[in-house]
């Protein structure tokens, strides 16, 4: 792990493809989460119906069960990928200032999108408006940092990283 410590990443050009490699599989999450979004609903009155259930339609409420195993899978996979996107973030020649802002949008929607489930099933049905937006922010921070790591990378320019 090296190669994550040092200012020459963009030097090393087996680095570069493994990463790039990573960044599809990153991208094909997003993609996968846009089909999740769409199961959900955009709207939300469409969240709190796969929340809550709709008894016009004979949907039924999410369990307590299905929730925790959709918490503990997002809680475990999600913090992975936002650790080493944001970690590869890091190295790019972006203002200190602006790398804080997006390590905590990105955590923090995160976080916010997986607690607004427990929030909309258990609390209130008004919560669905948090859970729609944090999915979206989300899913903005996801592509901004690969378009920012893809960017750094890939540049011409030979700066020193911005470290604060």
Same mark, same amino acid.
């Given at each position: 792990?090296?190669?994550?410590?040092?200012?020459?990443?963009?030097?090393?050009?087996?680095?570069?493809?493994?990463?790039?490699?990573?960044?599809?599989?990153?991208?094909?999450?997003?993609?996968?989460?846009?089909?999740?979004?769409?199961?959900?609903?955009?709207?939300?009155?469409?969240?709190?119906?796969?929340?809550?259930?709709?008894?016009?339609?004979?949907?039924?409420?999410?369990?307590?069960?299905?929730?925790?195993?959709?918490?503990?899978?997002?809680?475990?996979?999600?913090?992975?990928?936002?650790?080493?996107?944001?970690?590869?973030?890091?190295?790019?020649?972006?203002?200190?200032?602006?790398?804080? %802002?997006?390590?905590?949008?990105?955590?923090?929607?995160?976080?916010?999108?997986?607690?607004?489930? %427990?929030?909309?099933?258990?609390?209130?049905?008004?919560?669905?408006?948090?859970?729609?937006?944090?999915?979206?922010?989300?899913?903005?921070?996801?592509?901004?940092?690969?378009?920012?790591?893809?960017?750094?990378?890939?540049?011409?320019?030979?700066?020193?990283?911005?470290?604060?």
């Amino acid at each position: 792990m090296r190669f994550y410590v040092t200012k020459d990443l963009n030097k090393n050009s087996a680095l570069k493809l493994i990463i790039l490699f990573s960044l599809i599989f990153f991208l094909g999450l997003i993609v996968t989460n846009f089909l999740f979004m769409y199961k959900i609903g955009f709207t939300p009155s469409q969240v709190t119906s796969y929340y809550l259930g709709n008894p016009e339609i004979f949907k039924q409420p999410k369990s307590y069960g299905s929730l925790v195993e959709e918490t503990h899978f997002h809680l475990f996979a999600m913090g992975i990928i936002l650790m080493t996107l944001n970690h590869l973030m890091l190295f790019s020649q972006l203002k200190y200032s602006y790398k804080i %802002w997006i390590i905590v949008i990105s955590f923090s929607s995160c976080l916010l999108d997986i607690a607004s489930s %427990w929030l909309v099933r258990y609390i209130s049905s008004g919560f669905s408006i948090l859970k729609v937006s944090s999915m979206i922010v989300e899913q903005i921070s996801l592509v901004l940092l690969i378009y920012i790591i893809i960017k750094s990378i890939y540049s011409k320019e030979n700066n020193e990283v911005i470290y604060k």
